[in-house]
């Protein structure tokens, strides 16, 4: 045999005929047919063909006007009169030992009443007429000694037996049922359950031999109902079920493997016509029950047909290996009984209790073949063409048959165990691995933190000294190359800066931009003083202070500045001459309000415009601010106002580019806010919007001043912008109204005194 199948597998229900001889105490003549052989359309397997001679005055209805004198059905094999039981059994036996490899399987008689169904299941008087049941119990322990022997495995057999008499269940092996009479018989209660039908009150007996089943066979049969009718004088009047299940317990690796199964014998009660039997009301009713259930079998068997039929093609090869070849008069047959031959999915098995009981041998996980038993008598012919009929209708089933394949509960507790224990491995493996993760994490998180630190943490007095020291070095390095040496300034620049944590390059950024800006305006007072001691130029300030025109002078001194060999700053007001920054600490810066201190601003004649207030002074005169950037970025440039005090301008200190100008009564929200992300200590935050609406943010840095001073500087600065753009007249009044009053005041103001003023600049510019 071979292993077990893991797979479904197809399967098509196998037909046999087998034609019961005549019985020559009726002396009636016999039928004419024939058996031939013939081969299927796609493999060399082989069907009958069992034609049968349509008698003369034959029902039209019946043969469907053949021309040809026969009917033709097609069977997987045609047992003759002359065949042996043996031959009969051979043909099965492949069924009865495919439980034991757990597949189940159903041998099923049916035939009229006296054609020899029984016969062929239960057997004769001899030992060699031995039906199919005591034969598949002979050859059921054969097996089991063999596989003993060979295997190491374990084997429980377990016999019932039932019979169905009308509607009704009954348990043959019922040991007190041949003692009771009919009414008080315990009945079989058929119940449905998730694992589909159970029989409740049924007697299930374990067998360790063949003696053993053998005497429950004989017991069951005895207690059978039957009676005598004129066709059969002991026909069984029930359908009876002998069923065998084998259950095998075997090892496979660490696993212990269960299968479970079984065949069933199915005698069914004979078919008959009552206007052929008794015609006692005992009979009559018997057979009407008998002929109601085997119709009801035959319409499942016709449901099954038709969803066969969607399934698959009738004429492709079947899964046995056999294509069937399906008779006109078959077909015709089944055209004219359409209720019969309806298509539909829906299979009537719960009509009645014999369908019920043999659904999973229909339609279910199951083997399963019909044995078809004829009479050979002439009088027969309208039943043996029914029962033909029958089987070729059965012959077109295909199922799906698979193993009954279990893991014992102990080998699944086991392999769960093992399972169980293999997580736990690797919950632990996650655990260790989680330790680590947290561990590395924890250090990057104190790296980070410590970093943050040390951006964040104001500068120490040895620190800012260190800066300072540090951006002069750079500046005088810086002072010494040739003009357009980048890399070397580039060199010297990474590596002073190099180790340094953000405030302090911040720091060290701001020292270079101050003394950087120092250096220029030391050059630019150098540059200024030389122009102030020419000769001409003292002559054209003597003629100013006579005629008192400022802006005239303003805009001559202006053009007298463009000669000289180095130029103002970009940016920085024009009437500023120049600015004394003390360098000694970051940042240094004074208060406002005190004149004394605040950085020295000399300027020409028309420097401050008439009509300003002092209070702007510290605007005009500007200072370093740190401009705040978005995503943590900054920019050291410097701030202040122009001289008429209508825009304010910032340059970047380390950018060549043009300074930013803004009209001042065209920004908005002159603030002081307060902010977490300060370049400097003690530093403050001035915060307004350019027409643009653009927000801006400058910080103050503190330098020599206090936090609290350096917050009041910057509110003082927030609130004399706002003033300005309010245009408060305290602090400034309209320059061009004074400069009008002024000058109409002027008595040397004349056309020739302006062309004579315009003649002394046109020859002191070329003599520059």
Same mark, same amino acid.
């Given at each position: ?262 065949? @069933? ?318 360098? @000694? ?118 330098? @020599? ?64």
């Amino acid at each position: 045999m071979s292993d077990i199948a893991d797979k479904e597998q197809a399967w098509s229900f196998v037909t046999l005929a087998r034609i019961r001889p005549a019985m020559h105490h009726r002396g009636r003549g016999m039928m004419e047919y024939r058996i031939t052989s013939g081969d299927a359309e796609e493999n060399a397997n082989t069907y009958k063909v069992l034609e049968l001679e349509i008698p003369f005055g034959a029902d039209p209805g019946l043969v469907h006007n053949n021309a040809s004198g026969f009917i033709p059905f097609t069977f997987n094999e045609v047992f003759d009169m002359d065949a042996k039981q043996e031959d009969v059994f051979s043909y099965i036996q492949d069924m009865v030992l495919d439980i034991f490899d757990g597949i189940n399987s159903t041998v099923l008689a049916y035939g009229q009443t006296g054609s020899g169904k029984t016969y062929s299941m239960c057997g004769g008087d001899s030992f060699e007429d031995r039906g199919l049941i005591p034969r598949a119990l002979s050859v059921v322990f054969e097996e089991v000694s063999f596989r003993l022997e060979s295997e190491n495995s374990s084997y429980k057999c377990l016999i019932s037996f039932t019979e169905v008499l009308g509607e009704t269940v009954y348990d043959l092996l019922d040991p007190q049922k041949h003692m009771l009479p009919l009414e008080k018989w315990s009945k079989v209660q058929v119940l449905e359950g998730e694992d589909g039908l159970m029989l409740r009150n049924l007697n299930v007996f374990e067998v360790n031999s063949e003696e053993d089943a053998l005497n429950l066979f004989f017991m069951g049969s005895t207690n059978r109902t039957t009676s005598s009718t004129p066709m059969n004088q002991a026909s069984s009047r029930s359908h009876a079920i002998f069923t065998i299940i084998m259950e095998c317990e075997f090892s496979r690796g660490d696993r212990t493997l269960l299968k479970s199964g079984k065949i @069933n014998f199915v005698d069914l009660a004979g078919s008959e016509r009552l206007y052929k039997s008794d015609n006692t009301h005992a009979v009559v009713k018997e057979g009407r029950s008998i002929n109601l259930s085997l119709h009801f079998l035959e319409q499942v068997i016709v449901s099954l047909r038709d969803l066969a039929r969607k399934a698959t093609n009738s004429k492709t090869p079947r899964a046995n290996g056999f294509s069937r070849l399906h008779s006109s008069a078959s077909y015709a047959a089944d055209h004219n009984r359409s209720w019969i031959s309806a298509p539909t999915t829906h299979i009537p098995y719960r009509n009645s209790v014999l369908t019920n009981i043999l659904r999973d041998s229909l339609g279910g996980n199951c083997k399963s073949c019909f044995l078809l038993t004829m009479s050979a008598e002439a009088e027969f012919f309208e039943e043996t063409v029914s029962t033909a009929r029958f089987g070729q209708r059965c012959g077109e089933i295909q199922v799906k048959v698979k193993a009954n394949l279990e893991i014992d509960l102990r080998s699944q507790l086991q392999e769960a165990l093992q399972r169980a224990k293999h997580l736990e491995h690797q919950i632990m493996a996650i655990e260790e691995s989680k330790g680590e993760l947290q561990r590395i994490l924890h250090e990057k998180d104190s790296t980070l933190r410590h970093s943050i630190d040390e951006d964040t943490r104001p500068l120490t007095d040895e620190e800012s000294s260190s800066c300072e020291s540090i951006g002069e070095k750079i500046v005088s390095s810086i002072k010494g190359l040739p003009v357009g040496d980048i890399e070397s300034v580039n060199s010297i620049v990474s590596a002073e800066l190099s180790g340094l944590r953000k405030p302090m390059l911040l720091s060290v950024v701001a020292q270079i931009g101050t003394n950087l800006f120092q250096a220029y305006q030391e050059n630019s007072l150098r540059a200024e003083n030389r122009l102030l001691t020419h000769p001409r130029m003292m002559h054209l300030r003597s003629m100013s202070n006579e005629s008192k025109d400022d802006d005239n002078i303003s805009s001559r001194f202006n053009s007298y500045r463009s000669i000289t060999d180095t130029p103002p700053p970009t940016g920085i007001d024009p009437h500023c001459r120049t600015m004394s920054i003390d360098t @000694n600490t970051l940042f240094r810066s004074t208060k406002s309000d005190d004149i004394s201190t605040a950085p020295t601003v000399v300027r020409d004649p028309a420097a401050m415009r008439p009509g300003i207030s002092r209070k702007l002074r510290p605007l005009i005169e500007g200072t370093t601010v740190i401009s705040h950037g978005s995503f943590g970025s900054y920019k050291v440039k410097y701030l202040s106002l122009t001289s008429d005090c209508k825009y304010m301008t910032w340059k970047d200190m380390l950018d060549k580019r043009d300074p930013k100008v803004v009209l001042i009564t065209g920004c908005s929200s002159f603030q002081r806010i307060e902010t977490k992300h300060l370049k400097t200590p003690g530093g403050a935050v001035l915060s307004f919007s350019d027409p643009t609406n653009k927000v801006h943010e400058f910080e103050f840095p503190a330098g @020599n001043l206090s936090e609290e001073e350096n917050i009041r500087r910057v509110q003082r600065w927030a609130d004399l912008l706002s003033d300005l753009k309010m245009g408060r007249k305290s602090l400034l009044e309209n320059s061009s109204s004074a400069s009008s009053r002024y000058f109409s005041s002027s008595p040397k103001r004349s056309d020739e005194y302006i062309h004579r003023q315009q003649t002394t600049s046109s020859t002191l510019v070329s003599d520059a």
